[in-house]
Structures are given as structure tokens and as C-alpha cells.
């Protein structure tokens, strides 16, 4: 019997030629990726090995990444001294993979591990965050996993008691309409599935579409599947991996480069179509609350938010852009901008979006997640409602359990920017 | 006997449990006051330890959706808690495993705030009601870690294995 993309990457991280769905497997890890709950990490690690006579050593520092995104700079003692820690520990093992509060190389984890070549097809990552689900974009299986999930990582270098998890056969097809983008796409696909539709499955993209979609826009789609309940998304890896991890990651290869067995065994199939999609909204206060944008335009909007791990990239800030250049924000509504990294930044400086979003009137700020956690950086007020390209509306993920968070493409974001309520981007022009 | 002590409803987030402002705050022995923080009543209770070790809290469907935020496990482990669900969110299921949460899969449960329940192995009985349904086991790769007083004690034999064999 075939095997799915997640189990051909399983198998070959046991060492095996085969496994099936429902086999408990712990597979090597290629990378293991920490933020600034990296602290925590340090101290279950340390645990680990309390009392054993062994002196704690990360089993392979070259494949732990550190990155400070959550909370950059930082906004309290407490964080800076996560911080402080998290660096002392890196020099202290000889981790050299250490993403620090910088404008040359900082950003939001998400965003930096593919664009420094960390992603690697057919192997197994694993992060201390939801949203690595991200990275099954370029053909790995990449999933989130908890603290001391992470410090067990650290000290053997292999995920202990992985399921291997059935998958959902995702085809796409059709072009998209102009301003309809990925984002609604995956919103698409979480309004049908549900918030838990997908629990403990891996979701596999198929289809023309996605053949055609760049690495950017798999990274939302695969960044959201963890929202539908999903272990992970994955798209098998093509000529457009190859160009990303050549071209943007700076990997001279040779990759390993497979997909799925032809008979591979699906437990669901779903056909999605997006020529006929219109822009798709997640209203409060779940992400599986989507409805089409005719449902919900003309609701005022306080704060519109462009970025995060999901829609911050070069490509998102260029549609906004686009849409904003030589107009204004709308008077009580304000705009901030996040670029998803430090080399995102820079690009969108070279490009002139940042000079078009400033001069429409929207604040732009350092990279990192900003105000998508409500940790600082744009936290809302009391009944204020906030538009965002981000990826979770959960109440009081802004910061107050007194707000709301509507979810949308950086298109509907830009859009309703000007006019100070959601606006569908595809009517009018 | 466990009493219910709150109701929850389906899709309760890893940001209501432990919002984000108090992820600067990552030791075990000190999230459990933020467990949650935007619930006064909730959180007071809990606080104030009118809430006894052992109680209830009902969840509904895909309890602890969202974030890999370990405490959203460690807070409620602090308080003595059991959550019984229809299910869980893979991730949250899996920290409150590795940190020794007592987490009940039980997707028929019919039960309000007030009722005492009896747990065992393979049933949870509303006495309320005097309704049984049926309890799910954990998947079994997590049953082990379980067994073993949770993950920091697996991994600490694990590692102790192999470095002894080296
Ligand atoms: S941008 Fe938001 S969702 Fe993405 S890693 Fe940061 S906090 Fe998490």
C-alpha cells in the first residue's frame, strides 16, 4: 500500500521502508526551532538530565535555531531577561544558529527559517510553536510542539511517540480572481473543515493551483492548517522548491526531493475550486467563523493589522501597498504594518512600499508578531474591532477580551484601510 | 467524586486559558495565577483556592485550540484541576500528558456546573444524573508517558538508556 507524503518522510526518519497510519515512531529531527519560550525549554532540558551525573549537552547544536519574534524589542524585564538567558545558554552550548533582536537577520520564526535555509524537504522539524505547521510548504512534515516536547528534542535529538497521522487530500484548482489570494483559499478550506476538523491529521495540497502558487503564498496556506486542527500542512516539494531553497534560502542543494506514492491512501479527499472564491472573512471569535466578505462588509473597523507569520511577506506587503499608494487611511481607523523579517523590511524599503504605507498614513513598525499574540505593539480598546491579515481571532488574542478580530488577505486589509470598514477589494476599480 | 466547578463551552483557547501577556512568564510553579486571567470570577476563585484540588472543569468540543503555549497545561497541573472534554486540541492534550494534567476524553458528556462526577478508567458517571458514558483512552502513544509520571521522567530513562549503551 502507498504511502502518504507525511509517512514517506516518517519512514525515512526511522530509517525504514515503510509505516503506516497509526504506527508510534520517533523520528530524527532535522531542526528544532525555539522563540522566547526557548526559556522554558532550558529549564525542562535541565530537568532532563537533573540527577542523572550527566553533564546536559544539546545532542547537535547546529540543529536548534533560537529566534526572538514574540516579543521584540522587549516589553518587559521579564521578557529581556527570557532573553538574556536564551543567549547565555546558546553561547553556553555552542548553538550558533541564534536569531537576535536585529535589523539584518531578526524576524518573526516563521519567515526565518525558510529564508535562511533551515527548511529542508523530506525531513522532520519540529518548533515550540502552533504555527510551524508552516514549513510543510516546502515538502517537510513540520509540526508544533510543546516545551518540554522540545527539551526531550534537545536532549535525544529524536521526537518521542509520534503518531503517524492519517491525511487529508486537498486539491485545488482553478485561477484566482483578482485580490482573492491564498489567505482566503485557507480560510476557504478552515470554514468547511471546522476548527477541529482536521485534529490530529495532516492536510496534503494538491492540484494546479497550488503547482503554480509560490513558496509564499504554501507558507500561508500550510501556516493556517493548524487552525482547522491539523498536525501539519505539506505540499509535496516541485520545481518552485527547488527555486526557493536555491534562490531565497541560499541551500546550494542536491535536495531530496519526492512526493506522495501514486496509490498513497487518503482518509478524506476535498476539491476546492477558486476561480469561483470571493474574499473570505473569519469573524469573532473563532477561525472556523468564516464567511464570504458580502456577509460582513461595511462593519467599522478601528485597527487594521498587515503582517504576522502568515501574511507578512514581500509579496502581501506589495498587494497592500498597491491598493494604499497615493490614497489615505481612513480617519479613525489606524494602520500598522508589520514586516514578517528583517530582510522583508529591507526589500519592501528597497521597493518603496514601506514610503507608500507611510505616506497613506499607516505606522510601520519593526519586524517581529507584533500586536498578533496582545502581548504589546497596537493592543485594542475596550469594544473596538480590529481587521487583520493575521492568523488566530480568539478572544482576546488583541490584548482585550473586550475586542474582536476579524481575519482577512492583505488585500481586504488594504482595502478597508481607506475607506474605515470592510471592503471587498475585487468590487469598485 | 469530582465537582464541576465550571462549564466551559466548545473551542475554549490556549488564549483563554493563559492569555499572552503572561508568556514572559514561563515557570511551572509560577503560571498557575494567570490561569485564566480574563475570567475574574474564574480566576479569583482559583486563587483564592476556593477551588479544591481534584475539581472539574468542563470543556466542550477541541478544548485548548491554538497556541503550543505549555502554560496553558502547567497553570491548571498548579491548581489540582481535571478537564473533561468531548476532545482535545493535539497539541494542549499532549503538553498537559508530558506535564501530568489529568485530562478525560469523554465525547458524549452531559453534565452542568454543580454536578459531581465519578471517573474512572473507562467511565465518567454523572451522580447528578445518574447517567454513565463511556471514557476514550488516550492514544496509545501517550499512555506510556503517562505510566512513566510524565515526559520529563520518560526522557530521563530514555537518556540514561542510551547513554549507557554508549
Ligand atoms: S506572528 Fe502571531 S501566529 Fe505567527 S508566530 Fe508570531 S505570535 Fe505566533
Known amino acids: ?429 | 467524586m469530582a465537582k464541576i466547578v465550571r462549564k466551559l463551552g466548545d473551542d475554549i483557547s490556549t488564549d483563554i486559558i493563559y492569555p499572552g501577556r503572561f508568556m514572559a512568564t514561563v515557570l511551572p510553579t509560577e503560571t498557575p495565577q494567570f490561569a485564566f486571567a480574563d475570567d475574574a470570577d474564574l480566576n479569583g476563585r482559583l486563587k483564592k483556592k476556593e477551588i479544591a484540588p481534584g475539581s472539574v472543569l468542563l470543556g466542550g468540543k477541541n478544548f485548548g485550540c491554538g497556541s503550543s503555549r505549555e502554560q496553558a497545561a502547567s497553570c491548571l497541573v498548579g491548581h489540582g484541576l481535571i478537564i473533561v472534554a468531548r476532545d482535545f486540541a493535539r497539541i494542549f492534550l499532549q503538553n498537559g500528558i508530558n506535564l501530568g494534567l489529568q485530562t478525560v476524553i469523554c465525547p458524549d458528556i452531559d453534565a452542568n456546573e454543580g454536578d459531581e462526577l465519578e471517573i474512572t478508567e473507562t467511565a465518567v458517571t454523572n451522580t447528578a444524573t445518574g447517567k454513565t458514558f463511556k471514557r476514550l483512552p488516550l492514544p496509545k502513544a501517550r499512555q506510556a508517558i503517562v505510566d512513566a509520571g510524565g515526559l520529563i521522567p520518560y526522557a530521563r530513562k530514555k537518556l540514561l538508556e542510551e547513554k549507557g549503551k554508549k
Open chain 1, 1 to 429: 500500500m502507498g504511502m502518504t507524503m507525511v509517512q514517506k518522510v516518517l519512514a525515512r526518519a526511522i530509517g525504514q521502508a515503510h509505516v503506516n497510519v497509526g504506527d508510534v515512531v520517533e523520528p530524527a529531527v532535522r531542526t528544532a526551532m525555539s522563540h522566547e519560550n526557548g526559556a522554558l525549554v532550558i529549564n525542562q532540558f535541565l530537568e532532563v538530565y537533573k540527577d542523572t551525573g550527566l553533564e546536559p549537552k544539546v545532542w547537535d547544536p547546529s540543529k536548534i535555531v533560537l529566534i526572538f519574534d514574540h516579543r521584540v524589542p522587549a516589553e518587559s524585564s521579564k521578557t529581556a531577561t527570557n532573553h538574556k538567558k536564551i543567549r547565555e545558554f546558546a553561547a553556553k552550548q555552542g548553538i550558533p544558529n541564534l536569531h537576535d533582536i536585529r535589523g539584518d537577520e531578526g524576524g518573526i520564526c516563521h519567515q526565518i527559517l525558510p529564508e535562511n535555509g533551515y527548511v529542508h524537504p523530506g525531513t522532520v522539524l519540529v518548533g515550540t510553536d502552533s504555527h510551524t505547521t508552516s514549513h510543510g510548504a516546502l515538502g517537510s512534515f513540520a509540526f508544533g510542539i510543546g516545551a518540554t516536547e522540545m527539551a526531550a528534542v534537545w536532549a535525544l535529538g529524536r521526537v518521542l511517540n509520534v503518531e503517524v497521522p492519517g491525511t487529508i487530500k486537498v486539491n485545488v484548482t482553478g485561477e484566482f480572481p483578482r485580490h482573492v489570494l491564498p489567505k482566503d483559499l485557507i480560510l476557504h478550506l478552515i470554514g468547511r473543515l471546522t476548527a477541529e476538523g482536521a485534529n490530529f491529521k495532516v492536510i496534503e495540497f494538491h492540484g494546479p493551483t497550488i503547482k503554480k502558487m509560490s513558496t509564499s503564498g504554501r507558507l500561508v496556506i500550510c501556516n493556517m492548517t493548524v487552525e482547522a486542527g491539523a498536525t501539519s500542512g505539506i505540499v509535496p516539494p516541485d520545481e518552485e522548491t527547488v527555486r526557493y531553497l536555491r534562490e531565497e534560502a541560499g541551500l546550494p542543494g542536491p535536495f531530496d526531493i519526492f512526493g506522495p506514492d501514486a496509490d498513497a491512501v487518503y482518509d478524506q479527499v476535498i476539491d476546492i475550486d477558486v476561480a469561483k472564491l470571493t474574499p473570505q472573512i473569519a469573524c469573532p471569535h473563532t477561525v472556523d467563523n468564516v464567511k464570504p466578505i458580502a456577509a460582513v462588509a461595511g462593519t467599522k473597523v478601528q485597527q487594521i493589522v498587515i503582517g504576522s507569520c502568515t501574511n507578512g511577506r514581500l509579496d502581501d506587503l506589495a498587494v497592500a501597498a498597491g491598493i494604499l499608494r497615493g490614497r489615505k487611511v481612513a480617519r479613525g481607523t489606524r494602520m500598522l504594518v508589520f514586516p514578517a523579517s528583517a530582510r522583508i523590511y529591507q526589500q519592501a524599503m528597497e521597493k518603496g512600499y514601506l514610503l507608500d504605507f507611510m505616506q497613506a498614513g499607516a505606522v510601520v513598525m519593526n519586524p517581529g508578531c507584533g500586536p498578533c499574540l496582545g502581548v504589546h505593539q497596537g493592543a485594542l480598546g475596550d469594544g473596538e474591532v480590529a481587521l487583520a491579515t493575521t492568523n488566530r481571532n480568539f478572544k482576546g488574542r488583541m490584548g482585550n477580551p473586550n475586542a474582536e478580530v476579524y481575519l482577512c488577505s492583505p488585500a481586504v486589509a488594504a482595502a478597508s484601510a481607506v475607506t474605515g470598514v470592510i471592503t471587498d477589494p475585487t468590487k469598485g476599480e
